[in-house]
């Protein structure tokens, strides 16, 4: 599988470089989908030394909100989860396809993983997510349909999510990063309608 903690220096080659928004991308999609975005929360972060700021305060060599220090071959050898798991989009889609058909865990460690999420505020960024097991939980509905996608969104718009019910895994990965965290992004928002109205047809 495609995904390291920890990169090998003869992967390095192969790394796309990261890029943030442009001004541009910040407020089209903010315009297009502005109850996605807490803008409010953020600038009081900003303004009065918040969770956020302070963070990115004390680990001044990893940025990713306004400058750029994650393309640092160093940085990218880091056995570091949270920021520099290094992968493709297959091999995340890869794994989770692993851990949906139990070939990962057992049935009775998937349960528990399945079970018992919590809807909380994120510390640092303030998001509300349900949480469970190391996983996040996503919700909607598609054509009448109850949808419950199991797995991780991140900062940018990455974001990796199974659907045990329908038999369906989606990873979408971007080296140009997106306003806020996975489940807001418009890429990926699209492409999740997309794929369903595949699996869930109206009518």
Known sequence: VDFYLGLPLAEQAR????????????????????????LKRFILDRLNNGSLTRVENTTPWLRFIGSMTLNNPEYHQME??????IGTARAMASIFELLRTEQIVSKSTLDEMLSNYEVSDDYISGAKVPRGQGLMLAEFKHNGVDVKLYGHSGYGGQNIRTDFNNNVTIAYMSNGLKVGFGDTARTYKRLLNSVYDVVLPSG
């Open 15 to 38: 790394v796309a470089r990261i890029f943030n928004p442009n001004v541009w991308n910040v407020i089209s999609e903010i315009l297009y989908s502005p109850n996605d975005f807490n």
């Open 80 to 85: 570091q989860a949270a920021v520099m798991g």
